[in-house]
């Protein structure tokens, strides 16, 4: 399957005003040009203009391969958001154009990707010759462009490898692409379209926060929502995503199952909330094509980080791996979100390893469980760190967060998507019992994350996404915050499992015992350190 890179961006010189949009299609494997679009679109403003040179490229990439796997970058923090589905789309003039960007290709072979502005040098200098055009009465024109001559060759593209959001290998990846480039950054083109200055309280025109979020450019901020960037009513979405789902499993020997020990495996990403929606197609303008080229690497699919990555922290985490000093975490990453995660205390079904997933009788703790958790709130309460608590919704891990809670001072928020697995007519069954009553679907479910136990239960593909959804909200939700996720095992192990990026099968190689203790550091470059597992000292 062929890979292309669409680079795409749009300027107003008003915001709004005289407006242009500039596309160009590459190939991932060899970087070579394949195809640019670009068009004056009379007076619009930014947003739209980046929407218009997105869709225009999307579908000169659907021209040349229709059965392609596409990665789009773009410097427009706002469109890459909302095409992820992270944020929702609320202006008029914006949702059509959305809507018919996620038809294009089906979306589970698009991804996107913020990139600073400096690398979007191609694109932008497409943007200017069709503002330029229309500005002289004229078309742009194809045969007339020096875009391409006037840009640096673009490099080829080492698209992520798959993986749930925020998954290390995903991280990985980006961290062998910013060593690959820190040694020196495209040269800077010509001015680029122009933008509507900052808002005020924000940094200056151009320049980089601590995140590396370049600002000034659609007035876009680091809070995980966006400031109304459109004139008039129907402002763009400011709200992240829904919360998500979750569920629970059980210690059995050579195989996933019942209440204490379970398996999982690396989902597909959140569905996309703008995608799916169809609009009549705009005619594509301006393409021009170039000779064919051959295959290149695998593309990531959906598994993306939480946000766009921007390249310079990316540069800085490649520099502190390449040149360690105290640890793997940068200094100037700040600090990271740390995941604190709590198995509940034991509950009845527990001691017989019987399935207790999120669809079954929903026990409460026993007494011992109620003991484990008041001694892990009293190990908590000695370290003094965590800052918030959140629970999944069911029965054992609510009462487990409460008392551990009451003794740390805090409030429980709950996490839908922290709860265990429903293993439909498991629930409640010995891993024995469940290969006496049901041989031929659990050699199924072993085989396969995406096999459901007997009854309609959930997989274990999709408790990945869900639990992977819920970490990127909570991850957004407590930046820089020491969190308690008072949880099930198949939840654990999975963070754990994607932190490491750990293939499927080393679920089965985890011992987690009730009331234990793990944790997860995230970082603001997308990846992971893994600084505790399976903790029991505290029940001695």
């Given at each position: 399957?062929?890979?292309f890179?669409?680079e ?14 500039g ?16 068009e ?7 947003n ?7 869709l ?30 992270r ?34 040098t ?6 200017n ?21 006037d ?31 820190a ?6 083109g ?31 901020d ?7 960037t ?11 995503g ?5 569920t629970?499993?059980a ?20 569905t996309?909330?703008?995608?799916g929606r169809?609009?009549?197609e705009?005619?594509?303008t ?14 990531g699919?959906?598994?993306?980080p ?17 040149t ?8 100037d990453?700040?600090?990271?979100a ?33 003991e484990?958790?008041g ?23 609510r ?10 001072g805090?409030?429980?928020a ?70 308690l ?33 793990s ?22």
């Amino acid at each position: 399957m062929r890979e292309f890179v669409v680079e795409a961006d749009g300027g107003s010189r008003g915001n709004p005003g005289p407006a242009g949009y500039g596309a160009v299609v590459s190939d991932a494997a060899t970087g070579e040009t394949l195809a640019e679009a670009a068009e004056y679109i009379g007076v619009a403003t930014n947003n739209v203009a980046e929407y218009r040179g997105l869709l225009a490229g999307l579908r000169a990439a659907r021209e040349l391969d229709p059965d392609a796997r596409v990665r789009v970058r773009m410097d427009s923090k706002l469109v890459v958001e909302q095409m992820s589905g992270r944020w929702k789309i609320k202006h008029p003039a914006m949702k059509p154009l959305a809507a018919q960007a996620a038809t294009v290709f089906p979306p589970d072979r698009v991804t996107y990707e913020w990139i600073p502005r400096e690398r979007n040098t191609h694109a932008d200098r497409l943007a200017n010759e069709a503002m330029d055009a229309g500005r002289r009465g004229e078309s742009w024109s194809p045969a007339e462009s020096r875009a391409d001559l006037d840009t640096p060759p673009t490099a080829p593209v080492a698209l992520a490898p798959e993986g749930t959001p925020g998954d290390a290998t995903a991280g990985a990846a980006r961290v062998r692409e910013a060593l690959a480039s820190a040694g020196g950054a495209a040269a800077p083109g010509e001015p680029g379209p122009e933008r509507r200055p900052a808002a005020e309280g924000t940094a200056a025109a151009g320049a980089a926060d601590p995140a590396g979020t370049v600002r000034g450019r659609s007035t876009e901020d680091a809070s995980g929502e966006e400031p109304d960037t459109e004139p008039g009513p129907g402002a763009d979405d400011t709200e992240p995503g829904p919360r998500a789902d979750d569920t629970e499993a059980a210690d059995v020997q050579g195989g996933r199952g019942a209440e204490g020990d379970s398996g999982g495996a690396g989902g597909p990403a959140p569905t996309d909330r703008v995608r799916g929606r169809r609009a009549g197609e705009l005619p594509a303008t301006g393409v021009r094509a170039a000779g064919a080229s051959g295959e290149g690497p695998a593309d990531g699919g959906p598994g993306r980080p939480a946000g766009p990555a921007p390249a310079d922290a990316d540069r800085r985490a490649a520099q502190a791996v390449a040149t360690p000093s105290s640890g793997w975490a940068p200094a100037d990453m700040g600090t990271p979100a740390t995941f604190v995660l709590l198995r509940h205390g034991e509950t009845p079904l527990t001691p017989q390893k019987r399935f207790s997933g999120s669809g079954g009788s929903d026990p409460s703790l026993s007494d011992i469980g109620r003991e484990q958790a008041g001694k892990v709130a009293a190990a908590l309460a000695r370290r003094g760190t965590v800052q918030a608590v959140v629970a999944s919704p069911l029965a054992r891990t609510r009462e487990t967060a409460r008392i551990v809670a009451a003794r740390l001072g805090l409030d429980v928020a709950v996490e839908d998507g922290l709860r265990e697995t429903d293993f439909g007519a498991w629930e409640g069954l010995t891993f024995g019992e469940v290969r006496e009553r049901y041989p031929e679907d659990l050699d199924a479910w072993l085989a396969s994350p995406d096999a459901e136990p007997t009854g309609g239960g959930e997989s274990f593909a999709a408790t990945a996404a869900r639990v992977a959804e819920a970490r990127d909200r909570l991850l957004a939700e407590y930046r820089g915050r020491t969190v308690l996720l008072v949880t099930h095992v198949t939840p654990v192990k999975m963070m754990i499992r994607l932190a490491l990026g750990a293939p499927p099968e080393a679920l089965f190689r985890m011992e987690l015992s009730a009331a234990s203790l793990s944790a997860v550091a995230y970082y603001a470059d997308g990846n992971a350190s893994v600084r505790l597992f399976n903790d029991t000292s505290h029940l001695r």
